[in-house]
Structure formats: structure tokens, C-alpha cells
């Protein structure tokens, strides 16, 4: 029972370097979020997808770009990092609707802590 | 648009005590409200939710929470605080009946000492 799963746990990169974090789930959920997470705010929705083929912006979304190309798979690119990017990233997953005991519950992946020197 | 508040970026108490964990929320619509749980280097846990059934919510390890509309709070609490509750605290607001799309708070760090 995996869950919701992050690669990298860990990266280090420099000003102006690309990467992509990618998050796995496997509970087959339709919705899907990538949040960032610094001291003192609290966590901060980047972009998030209600389906495969589909996203939308958040309330951080600038510098960051994603992709919903399976159901399972969310992914989150940095074309050109920046030291303001640093920062622990979390993925979520849920399912949508209401009225059930599942409906509005977010699963949360263990975090990708990312450092852009 | 909504919002929470939590007030007390860090709250400490003895073992045994009385955990209260403050949150007041803004939403132009019903809300659902949650609590989640964070601990040292893990991913966020839910405590509990209010999605406009009972108002007073019970979830995991003897935690609860009361939602009064009329204070727009949903406070957290358990009666006798254990050394395991040291985490992060998150409240967090969705409007009823939508997306998931959360909106989280600032959280609150539980500190709980001998």
C-alpha cells in the first residue's frame, strides 16, 4: 500500500538549473496537487489537476510548470531554478465529490526538500 | 475566497494537559473544515474533518473539534496531552460541496514537555 510516492526525496541544484519532481500515486484518485511548504506559511498551493490531461493554477504558480500525462502520475517541473524556490515540496492526491467518507481527503507524499543555491 | 487563522505558531504544554489548538476560518460559503497532523519529516496526516454533519468531530489518538459557525472557529482539542502529540498542527478550509482545494494555515507547533 504505497500511497502517494515523491522522487527525489532530496536535490540539490544551482541558480538557473532545470529539474522535475515527480509524484506516483496508487489509489487511483482523479485529483492531484503539488503544495510547497516554508516556515511560517504554512503550505501554498503551486498548481493542481482534476483529471488526466488537465491543470490549473494555484495560488504560488509562477516558476513552476506540470503535467497530468496519467492518471497516476503528477508532474512538476522548475525550467530555471531560483534560491526563492527553496523549499520542501509536498504532492497530495484525493478524490473528488462529496458525501462519503473519502470525498475532500487529501493524501500527502512525504516531501521533496529541494535547495537552489 | 477563504482563509484560516491559527493563532500561536507555537503552543507548549505538560504531559497530561489540556491540548487546545486555536483556528478561526473565513468563508463566504459553508465550509469543510480539517485538521491535519505533520510530524518531523513526514508528509501531513488527516486528524479529522467537519463536512456540515455533527458540529462537534471526533478523529485519530483522542483528538476532536467543535466548528461554531457563529465564532467561525473550529478549535482543536484533546484532554490529556501524550509526549507522541509533539508535531505540526495544520487547520485547513475548502468551500462545501467543491474541488479539493484546500486552503491551509500558518500551523501551529505542539510542543509537550515532562
Known amino acids: 500500500n504505497a500511497g502517494v510516492t515523491q522522487t527525489p526525496k532530496f536535490r540539490v541544484l544551482k541558480t538557473g538549473q532545470s529539474m522535475t519532481l515527480l509524484c506516483a500515486q496508487d489509489m487511483n484518485h482523479e485529483y492531484m496537487y503539488w503544495y510547497r511548504q516554508d516556515p511560517g506559511m504554512g503550505l501554498r498551493l503551486i498548481h493542481y489537476?482534476?483529471?488526466?490531461?488537465?491543470?490549473a493554477k494555484g495560488e504560488v504558480p509562477d516558476g513552476y510548470n506540470v503535467s497530468r500525462l496519467k492518471k497516476q502520475n503528477f508532474l512538476l517541473g522548475l525550467e530555471s531554478a531560483a534560491p526563492s524556490q527553496t523549499s520542501v515540496y509536498f504532492c497530495?492526491?484525493?478524490?473528488?465529490?462529496?458525501?462519503?467518507?473519502?470525498?475532500?481527503?487529501?493524501?500527502f507524499g512525504a516531501g521533496s526538500r529541494l535547495t537552489v543555491l | 475566497a477563504q482563509s484560516v487563522t491559527q493563532l500561536g505558531s507555537h503552543v507548549s504544554v505538560s504531559e497530561g494537559a489540556l491540548v487546545l489548538l486555536r483556528c478561526n476560518y473565513s468563508s463566504s460559503v459553508p465550509p469543510y473544515l480539517f485538521w491535519y497532523v505533520q510530524y518531523p519529516n513526514q508528509g501531513l496526516q488527516l486528524l479529522l474533518k467537519?463536512?456540515?454533519?455533527?458540529?462537534l468531530v471526533k478523529g485519530i489518538n483522542g483528538f476532536e473539534a467543535e466548528f461554531k459557525k457563529s465564532e467561525t472557529s473550529f478549535h482543536l482539542t484533546k484532554p490529556s496531552a501524550h509526549m507522541s502529540d509533539a508535531a505540526e498542527y495544520f487547520c485547513a478550509v475548502t468551500p462545501a460541496g467543491t474541488a479539493s482545494k484546500l486552503t491551509f494555515g500558518t500551523g501551529t507547533r505542539l510542543q509537550v514537555t515532562l
Open positions: 467537519y463536512t456540515s454533519a455533527a458540529t
Open positions: 489537476s482534476v483529471g488526466e490531461g488537465t491543470t
Open positions: 497530495a492526491s484525493s478524490l473528488p465529490g462529496q458525501g462519503f467518507p473519502g470525498a475532500n481527503v487529501l493524501t
